[in-house]
Structure formats: structure tokens, C-alpha cells
């Protein structure tokens, strides 16, 4: 099923200007680490459940790449822009290869089943 989205033609110019460049930066940094790497958790510091993912892979001796997008209280913007990016509404979310599986829970499951 795909993702119902707001088209571009349902946008003023400058929405669409606004959206496209909104904190771009970082969702270009999260696509380059998951083109580069095979495994790739985006989290936030304090999270428990991103703490899990990570716990999960390192008990697996699978290697991985972390990219940290503040706490609780900062970078919220940047976060909101990955989660829109995305379409996951929650972190961490974890990529292999190039493929958005979800978050921790996601990635127990999938593990458990390989």
C-alpha cells in the first residue's frame, strides 16, 4: 500500500519551497549514512527504546551505523523533519539495507525471524 501524502500540485510554491528545504541537511545526512552503511539506527539520546535497538544489534555482534538527533528537549525540528521524511512517526528508526523496517519492537521481530 502506498503512502498517502499531499501531492505537490495541492501546495502553494512557497509550502512546497519551504518543505523541500526544511532542515534538508538532515534528512540528506540520514539517506547518505543508510546508501553508505547496511545497517543504520536514527535515534535520540535518553531514548530507551533506541537504547534497545542498539542493545539488540550489539548482542548480535551487527555492525551498524547510529546517527544521533539530540534529546527530549533539542533538535526536535530536525527529528520532525527525518519523521516526515520517513513516514515512521517514532524513534529509533532502523534501516537495512536501504529499507525502512520500523522501530526496536520491528527489529526484534525481523531478526527473530531470520
Known amino acids: ?3 498517502i501524502i499531499l501531492k505537490s500540485s495541492e501546495m502553494y510554491p512557497d509550502a512546497q519551497k519551504f518543505i523541500s528545504n526544511n532542515h534538508a541537511e538532515t ?8 546508501s553508505k552503511n547496511k ?3 536514527v535515534g535520540m ?5 533506541v537504547k534497545k535497538a542498539r542493545k539488540i ?3 548480535k555482534q551487527m555492525e551498524y551505523k547510529y546517527l544521533a538527533y539530540g534529546s527530549y528537549v ?9 519523521k516526515l521524511w520517513s513516514g515512521w512517526p517514532t524513534f529509533p528508526q ?3 539495507d536501504g ?11 525481523l531478526l527473530a525471524n531470520k
Open 94 to 96: 532502523v534501516f537495512i
Open 57 to 59: 544489534l550489539e548482542e
Open 27 to 34: 534528512v540528506k545526512e540520514v539517506i547518505d549514512a543508510i
Open 74 to 82: 533539542s533538535k526536535w525540528q530536525e527529528r520532525l523533519a527525518i
Open 45 to 49: 539520546s535518553q531514548n530507551p527504546v
Open 1 to 3: 500500500m502506498e503512502r
Open 99 to 109: 529499507k525502512l523496517v520500523g522501530g526496536a519492537a520491528d527489529l526484534e521481530r
Open 39 to 41: 545497517i543504520v539506527i
